[in-house]
């Protein structure tokens, strides 16, 4: 068999344009506003299980404020050092509950030094703000901004996201082939993606139309390749 390129890394970036609303159209309003700035909210803390979108979302803003010319950061369980130089106007932490104590002060910092230049700080978990194995005073203060639950999207709306993935590579997507990977795939939407980008490609390389066959032989290679 032909060598399968299942490390593809996705050709579109995280926007919100192309984030999946599903139950969160009020979370994804506020993010907007808050933005455009037309929201005086300057904290956001979402939560959400392991491929629920958080990062996709934390990403999708610093992406945004970029693109209006305005400096913006992200990063994942660390807190980045250079927020004061750089004058960010958005700063994006992700995965909260990992940061070790040195970082969780750091974090108490930012947050006081955000709120007084006016900056949007926003900050991802897997747990709510009550429940989340943090300092008390940081813990209290992701909890005095906005905080949201991002949820997870129905096999429906998966199904709908992958389509319009698939439409956007160019390829129609069978509603047998969406069927199979959300009732054998792993669950969350990027791993999903990530198999579909596998099949379009492994598809084009054998100049056949996806189908459930060819879906089984990327799945079972992914396996093999474990």
Same mark, same amino acid.
Not at 109 to 134: C, F, I, P, T, W
Not at 145 to 165: I, N, R
């Given at each position: *068999?032909?060598?399968?390129?299942?490390?593809?890394?996705?050709?579109?970036?995280?926007?919100?344009?192309?984030? =999946?609303?599903?139950?969160?159209?009020?979370?994804?309003?506020?993010?907007?506003?808050?933005?455009?700035?037309?929201?005086?909210?300057?904290c956001f803390y979402v939560w959400g299980e392991t491929g629920s979108g958080k990062?996709?979302?934390?990403?999708?803003?610093?992406?945004?404020?970029?693109? *209006?010319?305005? &400096?913006?950061?992200?990063?994942?369980?660390?807190?980045?050092?250079?927020?004061?130089? *750089?004058?960010?106007?958005?700063?994006?932490?992700?995965?909260?509950?990992?940061?070790d104590d040195a970082a969780q002060i750091e974090l108490f910092n930012l947050y006081?030094?955000?709120?007084?230049?006016?900056? =949007?700080?926003?900050?991802?978990?897997?747990?709510?703000?009550?429940?989340?194995?943090?300092?008390?005073?940081?813990?209290?203060?992701?909890?005095?901004?906005? =905080?949201?639950?991002?949820?997870?999207?129905?096999?429906?709306?998966?199904?709908?996201?992958?389509?319009?993935?698939?439409? &956007?590579?160019?390829?129609?997507?069978?509603?047998?082939?969406?069927?199979?990977?959300?009732?054998?795939?792993?669950?969350?939407?990027? &791993?999903?993606?990530?198999?579909?980008?596998?099949?379009?490609?492994?598809?084009?390389?054998?100049?056949?139309?996806?189908?459930?066959?060819?879906?089984?032989?990327? *799945?079972?290679?992914?396996?093999?390749?474990?």
């Amino acid at each position: *068999m032909s060598q399968l390129l299942l490390d593809i890394v996705p050709e579109s970036q995280p926007t919100l344009d192309n984030f =999946v609303v599903g139950r969160n159209l009020e979370l994804l309003s506020a993010l907007r506003h808050a933005l455009a700035g037309s929201s005086s909210e300057r904290c956001f803390y979402v939560w959400g299980e392991t491929g629920s979108g958080k990062s996709h979302l934390l990403q999708a803003c610093v992406r945004a404020t970029q693109d *209006m010319q305005h &400096s913006a950061i992200y990063a994942r369980g660390s807190v980045p050092p250079q927020f004061m130089e *750089m004058g960010a106007a958005v700063v994006a932490v992700d995965d909260v509950e990992t940061l070790d104590d040195a970082a969780q002060i750091e974090l108490f910092n930012l947050y006081n030094q955000m709120r007084d230049s006016g900056a =949007v700080l926003l900050v991802s978990g897997r747990e709510s703000s009550l429940h989340l194995k943090l300092r008390d005073d940081l813990r209290t203060r992701l909890g005095w901004g906005l =905080v949201y639950q991002v949820h997870v999207l129905s096999d429906a709306e998966k199904a709908q996201a992958l389509m319009l993935h698939a439409h &956007s590579r160019g390829f129609v997507l069978p509603p047998e082939v969406t069927q199979y990977l959300l009732r054998h795939g792993r669950r969350d939407l990027p &791993s999903l993606m990530a198999v579909l980008d596998a099949l379009d490609a492994h598809s084009l390389r054998l100049h056949r139309a996806p189908s459930v066959p060819l879906l089984k032989e990327v *799945m079972q290679h992914e396996l093999e390749l474990k």
